[in-house]
């Protein structure tokens, strides 16, 4: 098993930079990618991006990748996700995902950390 605690959600005014972190933890040596998804009220959830751990490929929605990254440091087992230029659109739970199965199946999820861009 695989435990994701996600954190560095807050409230943040728009047009401001978040920082969300996402640790991982047990049999992380099962996971070949981590990543993130966001849900915003009443909406369906949506794929942010992910972080492939062999060689550090970063993937990032194409609506997003003009102002979301997404980095890795392997040695604490943290997946990072660099927010910038954010935009009340931008609310949402925000949620680290892992696979250790198959490309585009996550099978870890995490609880969710809460991102607010007040306008």
């Known amino acids: 098993q695989v435990q994701l605690v996600e954190s560095g959600g807050r409230l943040v005014q728009a047009g401001g930079s978040l920082r969300l972190s996402c640790a991982a933890s047990g049999r992380t040596f099962d996971v070949y990618i981590m990543g993130w998804f966001r849900q915003a009220p009443g909406k369906d959830r949506e794929y942010v991006g992910t972080i492939r751990h062999r060689d550090n490929w970063v993937d990032v929605a194409d609506s997003l990748k003009d102002r979301f990254t997404i980095s890795r440091d392997s040695g604490k087992n943290t997946v990072y996700l660099q927010m910038n230029s954010l935009k009340p659109e931008d609310t949402a739970i925000y949620y680290c995902?892992?696979?250790?199965?198959?490309?585009?199946?996550?099978?870890?999820w995490g609880q969710g950390t809460q991102v607010t861009v007040s306008s």
């Open positions: 995902v892992a696979s250790s199965v198959s490309p585009g199946e996550y099978n870890y």
